[in-house]
Structures are given as structure tokens and as C-alpha cells.
């Protein structure tokens, strides 16, 4: 099986990816109605889609892809947990969710299909969003255990000081 996707760059590369093989497969554009979670990010001026399935894994083809989806060994739902860090969902029926799902709507009646009812979206954060993200969790991890220590008695920050900070 091919490997899941774990940067910023490389969920662009695969949303890219997917619209290019959209283009030339049939049996791919079949599927697009069946999608309820979508990955959007904004190349050049336009919004570029493609389905948690999908982007979720590594240099797929739609051979690759439609090959192990019809086996069983692709899943959304094993893509999306994979994908939380690289991602800000889209609030429904929110005028963002509104907007992306009617570019999505003109671009799957291209291929004369809708989407789905369920569908959610998704933004790609950038790598320097990823970064803040890891930074602001650094810093409540740290005010939370200055929260701890303050509760603690003298003796026990005594114990912490020289075990971590001599």
C-alpha cells in the first residue's frame, strides 16, 4: 500500500495530482459524487479540489487509486485522522463552506455529476501555519505546567529544580 500523506507540500502535490488525472480518467469522474470530505487549496489564483482519499495518500495514480479502492485497501476515514495536522476545517454552512461548495458544484458538473449532501471541506494550512500550531502548543504545554508547579509544595519544587533546571 502507498504511503499517507505527511507534509503541506505534499497534500498540494496530491490535490494537483488528482485534478490532473481527473482530466483523463472516466473511471475516476465517476467516482467524484461519492466523495463527502475535500481538500482545497488556492494555486494561481484558483481553487484546486481533491477528495480526503485521495490527497490523503502519497504519488497515486488513478489506476493506483481505483485499483486499491475497489480492494478495500484505501479508506477516507484512515486518510482523515492522518490529515488533522495539515488541515483547518470549514465550519458548514458557513459563506466559506457555501462558497467552496459551489466551485465545487461547477466543477463536477463538468464531469455531469454533484456533490455529495455530506460534503465537508477542508483547507491546506502552509507549513508556517503547521509551525505556529507547534509553537502555540509548546507554549500552553509550558502554562500548563507552570499552572501544576505553582500548586505544588516548596519541597517538591525544591525536588523539580534540581532534577531539571540545576
Known amino acids: ?16 495530482t488528482y485534478n490532473e488525472e481527473l482530466v483523463a480518467s472516466k473511471e475516476l ?3 467524484l459524487s461519492n466523495n463527502v470530505s475535500w481538500y482545497f487549496v488556492e494555486v494561481d489564483g484558483e481553487y ?9 495518500y502519497k504519488d497515486l495514480d488513478a489506476d493506483t487509486y481505483i485499483g486499491l479502492t475497489d480492494e478495500g485497501e484505501l479508506g477516507g476515514q484512515l486518510t482523515e485522522a492522518s490529515l488533522v495536522h ?22 463536477l458538473a463538468a464531469y ?25 502548543k509548546a507554549a500552553d504545554l509550558v502554562a500548563l505546567l507552570g499552572a501544576v508547579i505553582r500548586t505544588l509544595p516548596d519541597s517538591s519544587k525544591a525536588h523539580l529544580k534540581r532534577e531539571f533546571f540545576h
Not at 484546486?48 to 490523503?56: A, D, I, M, N, Q
Open 29 to 31: 469522474a465517476k467516482r
Open 86 to 107: 495539515l488541515r483547518r476545517a470549514i465550519a458548514p454552512n458557513s459563506s466559506e463552506h457555501r462558497s467552496h461548495y459551489e466551485r465545487l458544484t461547477k466543477l
Open 112 to 136: 455531469g455529476k454533484v456533490p455529495n449532501k455530506r460534503t465537508r471541506f477542508n483547507a491546506v494550512v502552509t507549513a508556517e501555519e503547521t509551525e505556529v500550531e507547534d509553537v502555540d
Open 48 to 56: 484546486l479540489y481533491g477528495p480526503s482519499k485521495w490527497v490523503g
Open 1 to 16: 500500500m502507498t504511503e499517507h500523506t505527511e507534509t503541506p507540500a505534499e497534500l498540494v502535490a496530491a490535490i494537483k
